[in-house]
């Protein structure tokens, strides 16, 4: 007879924040087995496009999730803009990387608290969320919502801020960046967070680049892609390298992302300093009629919008595939093989979105 | 860093015994200014979320607050700039209180 | 600054060959995706290698033609293949893992493999208590 | 002590090596199954009470030797001996197994030409003895013996009839060993003269040797062998002891033994040796495991509660030679790495009869350690051990058949629901669990007194107790588990077990309760005199200590009739599933479209306490030691 | 005043939400809100909670596991719809899989609104919702009484 | 003398039954307002304001005043036997008996926590039973080498005996006092160590073996984790014999640093704390035995 043990985990699971399902198959505490299952976030808001026009389109899209939602917006306007060939103010494409790189603190963030949370470290939680807050503050302060920006707009962007408030948002990032060194400190030095993390889940360089891994999973399998490479915004008018590392194991996952967030402060300075006067939006005539994979660079990796136009005010098909849904087939093959306590923590290194891969 | 927190304040704000100032150009909630609209139902086709009713006849201007996403598209479209994006968000209501 | 993006047009039977050469070169399988067209059906075999982006376009004439599934050079194509199974009702054979219609349980069937008529809007919210609760002492 | 008295202890005695016998011959000759079902009842009933009769009735007395002669006895010992010899000899030639021929040749050489050269000279004085060890022992054969005996009655019906109709069906030479191995276990316990002791010895070693073989299949074949050999080694060195012992002191009684103190260490060690291969410590471990083909009743009453007990009997007979001396620091180290290895094992078996067995084996490496102390507070917990050893072990063998021949698996992992299955023998097996190892009972006291002899003798031994005990714990907590949690209500059935079954169970469970109920008295009437000669109650487990066991006990007691019997207004609802249920309390919607059922296996932990590596380090260790132990004695041969 | 005021532990799921209400809702147990100065755990667990904290619309897939989660809970118990998803369905209202506001499935006694909503306005949710549980409670005492 | 004796013998009686019933009255109260006191620390030492310090009483009279609902109606039962044992190790503790059968009471009372997570009989409560039977494993070694070191320092197994000896046991027993600190973290469920429930949610099992437990039932649960405490501290304590003062102010410097290390570690998986756990009681607990015995 197996001793092999069968649980279901998720979708309600106080792990998870959202709703995906896991078949777990065990021995004693070592998964042998795990199917995922998923769909209790699927909406199909695709479809929308054929319900509304391809300018409201971009209130679906900034929603389709509240925590990479600013990017989403900006895909999306990127994409219909190239198909419609309107050239962007440069201010407005500085906005967008300085609201893009906001976003990214404020996700990497959010996820290291979750991460921490999984491993059982619930201080280190509550102080990276801490910290989020005052991101969140600065956010709400320039976009006027805490996690849905609602900034992004085909042409430019809806909203424009002043020089004044740009300075005090260097002194806080400043400020930010201090606090969170402590808390990086902790991810990185830490013997028991160590412990937990090294070694764990290793996703090779090949694997990665062959399940068409994404994002900080595929940058921490040191395989150096980052779709801001692709000078979409205001990426080519800044120095930047992207973070990499080489192990492909969790620690690797959470120091990319630790190194993520001080680039992104660097990059908002940057951007600060560098930022032109001028309009930031232009005015949209016509219907977009073509089609475009817009990629950009995601917290989570690149995502994919793919747009497609008739010369109507519907878009004919609206993809998008997001990096969860690009970073799942790596984590069903990793699974296999972990402890049962390093479940959630492995999940949560793929940093899940489900809204966002299921849409 | 656990025991500098431990000795220094929280950082929890006290709400709701302290209530923070809202941040300027935050969405909060759209009020109508009705005496200047014209009832055009601009706002009404613009709403993604249907959440306005517009009757020109009867000159009623309606919003469900519990549809309201807060986009800002109808006061960006409002051609008599009568609509306004309050800072203060729109309060939670029991069952009762939404059916009576 | 338009990225260069190459689209090439494919049929089923060169599918999977081609894939496989992509395979072989290490190209990263970026996606596959889907879009109903009122007299074709498009799918599109994404792949990128150092940025270079390269569209497998493959064209099918209606939802009733066998697609050979790709799942078993990319195995991550699995996903994308139940999925375009589950919302269009294509029909994709040889899955390595075939959810058979489970992957997303969607109210309505293959959604996307037709236009249906728009939803009419619905003006007042009012709470409707339909589910008695269950177990409760008598 | 009068005569008259002498003569009835005597005569009581007598009739408990003899009847057993007598009454294997008539079952033999019985053809007929019923009839000589009926005679089991009967002839177990009156073992029964006869070994009741005499515990009770001369409780009392210290220790009365018995000078019982009989030429005619002697005659059938010494050709006795050479029959078993033959048949084994004959047996392993049959079935081509070198290595138990070899033993049995040296054995039977060795004997052979002691007794020839020496025969006339082999006088005892007193061949029998009575005291209180031997009358605890006594009544453990008497009680849980016959009760065994009862039970295979049902057991084995349904065992030849139902469940192995495949298994040519032995019944009247199945009673015959059995009943002839109680002859010879009462004979073990009685007999002061070396040599009837060996030869009582020899008879369990063949009964254990046949009826492991019982089944005849290749399995039971080769694991019988395993078992004769291992024995034989041990029976090889008990030979040695006695003819050393002769050849030194001129004796061959064992009281004179136990008087001559420190004079006699080889003959002690070897002795120790036999006994602990008997009683399966660690490099001779393998044997007793072998032993869980036999059919049920036969693990409980040969391989775990009595003949095994034989080995530890004769340790704690020599404990107090062993104590304080290097052979004894050996003996008790081959008794904590047994006791701490195989508890470690037990972890990651899910072979009921198999944790079972290790366990078995782990309370005689406690035993055997204890003996290997050899403080007085040593040996009163080894008794203690032995006592509530036999009782709960012998009910959870007993259990564990009959739960065998319902599920058809004796797998602990199919045990789920049992409490809703089979709710009697659930908590019957629960009842014989927590006597293993749960506070108020039993094993748990007698562990105690382990423990607070071993902090007194050699604090350093304390480790072995306190990580094994830990083990202990995990294993049994676990299979309680399995048996109380309901992962699908099922059927209540427990028909078709038979009552000569339910009899023993009962009988049993009455009696793991009781003993832990009456144990101060049983300590302070039974075993106290024996360990310190006289009666001080207040010892070890104070008198306060033990009013508070009977307090948890009663604790305990009450937790049965608290279970809640009807609806008391609380609402039912489904188990957790992370929101998944479908209908059923424990089907989910799983991927795929699939129902399915969640299933909780427990803990084995394979990895880190698999059978294979563990087992192998403590054969090394253990050999090392008893390597040790052979050579500590060996300045005593010259 | 009874002790369910003091200690309402609470369940959150969420059901197709796009996360910016959930995130809120996680929000509320950090430091800044820290929703634990009134006694509110997050449970994790529908057997241990008294308030349950619904984001995002319902959709096919969700019914069932609301349902269950709901049938799970002990009397009394307050449903609480959080975000615009939840209280009407919101953008995604039209969606083919989505059903629409969560009482199409178990009825909601408190409806939040925001998109994405306030930590502030889920704080304020929650003590309308202690009010309601209070009231339950009130109701179950006498229907127990009367019984 | 004589006479003398047994006054004395009586007034021991008494002082250990007055004991026993003070336990029972303000073990709880003693227990909750360290949990109080624990949850407010932590939540500051996260930087947060955190909870009411009377919030875990109020937890427990609102646990009270829920529905009951079970899923077998025998379950709640195990929950009863195991308040009713924890009660029980604390009275004996508290009125001075042996400290093994404190131990072994203790054990018993786990033991009933465990067999009421298998009978909650879903997934997450068996797999939290199991793992609370690993906890056991690992930290019953330590607690036994506990009473053999107080046994070995102070020549009784009497906690009665041992708060009233002049010497002080930690100065013979540093090793195992260390030991003793190491794994009362996990008897006081706090992280690295708390696998099998822990007290925030958001962890693989859910809630653990109190995954089914809720309404009254749980209530009791939370209520033997309070009377728990006092005697948990009170091993503590031990250490310092009759040295009243200071044992206190120890018994509360470890708890602090209990809340500490549940603050700046993330929790373990099983292995390490089996194996730490027990290399610890090898390492500090053993070899302060081995020491002490070769001192003689
Ligand atoms: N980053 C991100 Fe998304 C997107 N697109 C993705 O999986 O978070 Ni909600
Ligand atoms: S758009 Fe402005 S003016 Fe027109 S109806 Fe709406 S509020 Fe009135
Ligand atoms: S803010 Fe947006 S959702 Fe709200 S009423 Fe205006 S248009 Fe509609
Ligand atoms: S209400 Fe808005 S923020 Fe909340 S879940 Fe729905 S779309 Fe997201």
Redesign the interface.
Known sequence: ?S?????????????L???I?L?LVM???LVVEA??????????????V???DFL?MT??AE?????C?FIHGLTYCHGIE?IMNIEVPIRAHFLRTLWSELSRIHSHL?WL?LV????????????S??I??KV??II?????????F?SAKVGGT??DIDNEMLKRIIAQVTEIEKEMK??S??FLN?Y??Q??LKGVGILSKADA????AVGPMLRASGIN?D?R???YAAY?HIDWEPVMAQDGDCFARVEVRVGELFQATDMIRQVIEKMPEGPVDVKVTGSPNGE??A?TEQPRG?V?Y?L?GNGSKNL??M?V?TPT??N???IT?ILPGI??????MMLLTIDP?I?CT?R | MVLKSLFSKPATYMYPLLTREPMVGSRGSIVNHVDQCSYCTLCQKKCPTDAIVVDREKKTWAIDSMRCITCNACVDVCPKSCLEMLTTYSSSKTAAELSR | MIEEQKLIEIIPSELVAKVRDMFVEQYRLVQIGCTKLPDRIEINYSFDKNYQFINYRLILANDKVEVPSVSSVYWNALFYENEIHDLFGLNIVGIVLDFKGTFYETKEKYAFATCPPPIEPVIKTTPVVNIKEKGKPQ | MTLAFLIMIQNLVLFLIGFPALAALILAGVPNNNFRNRLVWVFGLIILVVSVVLVVGFGSISSEMLSFHSKALEKVMFYGEWVMSLLILVLSIKHKKLAPLFLVVIQTSLLTWFELGYGHQLEAANNLFVDKLSLVMALIIGVIGSLICIYAVGYMKEFHEKQHPEIKDRRALFFFILFFFLSAMFGIVFSNNLMWLFFFWEVTTLSSFLLIGYKQNEESINNAFRAVFMNLFGGVFFAMAIIYLFLTTNTIELNQMLGLGGLVMLPVVFLSIAGMTKAAQMPFSSWLLGAMVAPTPVSALLHSSTMVKAGVYLLIRVAPLLGGTLAGLLVACVGGVTFIITSFIAISQSDAKKVLAYSTIANLGLIVMCSGIGTPAAIWAAILLVIFHAIAKGLLFLSVGVVEHKLHSRDIESMDNLIIKMPRLAWMLLVGMAGMFLAPFGMLISKWAVLKALVDANPGLTVVLIYGSAATLFFWVKWMGKILAVVQPEKTDETGISRSEWTALYALVTATIAVCLTFPLISRLMIEPFVFGSSTATTILTRGNSLIMIIMMGFVILFRFSLPKKDEGERIVETYLSGLNVDQRNAYSAPLGATKSFISKNYYLSKYFGEKNLSSIGVATSWLIVMLLIGSSLPWLV | MTYLAKSPWIIHYDATSCNGCDIEVLACLTPMYDVERFGIINTGNPKHADIFLITGSVNEQNVKVVENIYNQMPNPKVVVAIGICATSGGIFRECYNVLGGVDKVIPVDVYVPGCAVRPEAIIDGVVKAIGVLEEKHTQMKKGAAKS | MADCYVINRELIAMVSIIMGLLYLVLGPLFGGLVTGLDRRISARMQGRFGPPILQPFYDVLKLFEKEQIVVRRSQNVYVYFYLLFIVFTGVLFFMGEDLLLVIFSLTLAAIFFVLAGYKGGSPFSIIGAERELLQMMAYEPMVLMMAVGMYMATKSFYVGDIVTSPAMPIMLLPGIFIGLTYVLTIKLRKSPFDLSTSHHGHQELVKGITTEYSGPALALIEIAHFYEVPFLVGFVFLFFGSHWLLGLLVCAAVYFLEILIDNTFARTKWQFMVAASWVVAAIFGFGNIIILSLLG
Not at chain 1, 63 to 67: A, K, M, Q, V
Not at chain 1, 339 to 344: E, G, S
């Open positions: 007879m001793n092999r043990t069968i649980i279901p985990f998720g979708p309600q699971h106080p792990v924040p959202e709703p399902h078949d021995e004693d505490e199917i995922p299952r998923i769909g209790w976030v699927h909406r199909g808001l695709e479809k929308l054929e319900k509304k409201e209130y679906v929603r389709i999730c509240g925590i939602s190239q959010l608290g921490a949370d999984a491993f059982g470290f619930e201080s280190l939680f509550m102080h969320w801490r989020r807050e969140l503050d709400e302060a320039t976009t006027g919502g805490r996690v849905i609602g809806r909203r402590e808390i400190q902790t830490d028991s967070v412990q937990r680049n062959m399940l068409g892609q779709m490479k692709l000078n080519g475009f994979f990629r690149e994919i793919y497609k004919e098909r993809r595939r849904f690009a799942i087939p790596a093959k402890q049962l306590a390093d479940v959630p979105c809204s299921e």
